[in-house]
Structure formats: C-alpha cells, structure tokens
Nanobody
Framework: QVQLVESGGGLVQPGGSLRLSCAAS????????MGWYRQAPGKQRDLVAT???????NYADSVKGRFTISRDNAKNTMYLQMNSLKPEDTAVYYC???????????????WGQGTQVTVSS
C-alpha cells in the first residue's frame, strides 16, 4: 500500500506564507514526477507546480514568483513554499506522485487526501 499524506495547510492572512508537505510511504521502488494541484469550491482541479526526480520544475502562471516546489528524494517528501498569498489561492491542495512499486514495473499515479488552505483577513 502506498500513501501520500499532506500537511501544513491552514488559515493565513493575505500576504502571508505557508509551507505544505507531502510525504509518500509504503512499498515504493521509485518516485518520478511529483506535483501539487488545487481545487477551489465549484471549480476544477488545477495544476499548481510539478517537479521531476532530477529537480526540474514547472509552475502555473498564477503562482510563478510566489510559490516554490521542492523535494527530498531520500525522505520521499515534497514541499510547497507559498509566499505572498492571495485570497484567490484559497483551495484544497492535493499532492500527486508517479510511483513505481517494483523495478521495470509500471508507474501508478497516487493522490493525497488534500489539505485546506484559506487566505483571508
């Protein structure tokens, strides 16, 4: 069994910062790409940022310059540092990981349960 567990969400004032974490556990051989997505009420789930196993990153235009994605491969953990938060960043944030369970096996996409981020004064 593989689990992704997010943490670090909460309530923050506009202009504030939060750091999200996503820890993968279980019978994992390797993790390829990882990413953060978010879903606001009544809207579709959108990509926030992705990072490959070698550290290449990609960001949605709306968060460029404010958010930073990173990962610790030794700990199977990914982070999202969110600065200069805006009310429109309010959403449930989900982590995603492409995980191989055995050598030469397929990669499977796993999702965390989500963590709420609310930006409000």
């Amino acid at each position: 069994q593989v689990q992704l567990v997010e943490s670090g969400g909460g309530l923050v004032q506009p202009g504030g910062s939060l750091r999200l974490s996503c820890a993968a556990s279980g019978s994992i051989f390797s993790i390829n790409a990882m990413g953060w997505y978010r879903q606001a009420p009544g809207k579709q789930r959108d990509l926030v940022a992705t990072i490959t196993s070698s550290g290449s990153t990609n960001y949605a235009d709306s968060v460029k310059g404010r958010f930073t994605i990173s990962r610790d491969n030794a700990k199977n953990t990914m982070y999202l540092q969110m600065n200069s938060l805006k009310p429109e960043d309010t959403a449930v944030y989900y982590c995603n990981a492409e995980i191989k369970l055995v050598p030469r096996g397929y990669e499977y996409s796993y999702w965390g349960q989500g963590t709420q981020v609310t930006v409000s004064s």
